[in-house]
């Protein structure tokens, strides 16, 4: 049987690392959101297909000025820790859900 909306408790606390599920795929949506946009500005402002950071430091600048951030170096950490962070959240949703089968197979 598949997972339904009674087997998942989106607001129990400590879930997920001491967080709940629904703070958790707040956090991915957001940073979905984050790399989505800078995917629009990687096609609008350079004409460069979103999926590689530009090497050029000036478009790394353009980047980072339209995201708000400080330079093109604040740009990739930025977005380095946004991508390491939503490996770990969608690691531990993937974990969660898998224990969560596991014991409705019972």
Request: glycine content about 4%.
């Amino acid at each position: 049987r598949l997972l339904d909306e009674r087997d998942v408790d989106m607001n129990a606390p400590d879930v997920l690392f001491g967080e709940s599920l629904h703070t958790v795929l707040f956090r991915m949506r957001e940073q979905y959101r984050f790399l989505r946009r800078l995917q629009l500005y990687f096609r609008i402002l350079l004409d460069i297909p979103g999926n590689r950071f530009p090497e050029g430091s000036e478009q790394r600048h353009q980047l980072a000025a339209v995201m708000n951030l400080s330079d093109g170096d604040a740009l990739l950490r930025e977005l380095r820790d946004r991508m390491k962070q939503n490996r770990r959240d969608f690691d531990a949703v993937c974990a969660y859900l898998a224990s969560i089968m596991t014991k409705s197979k019972r």
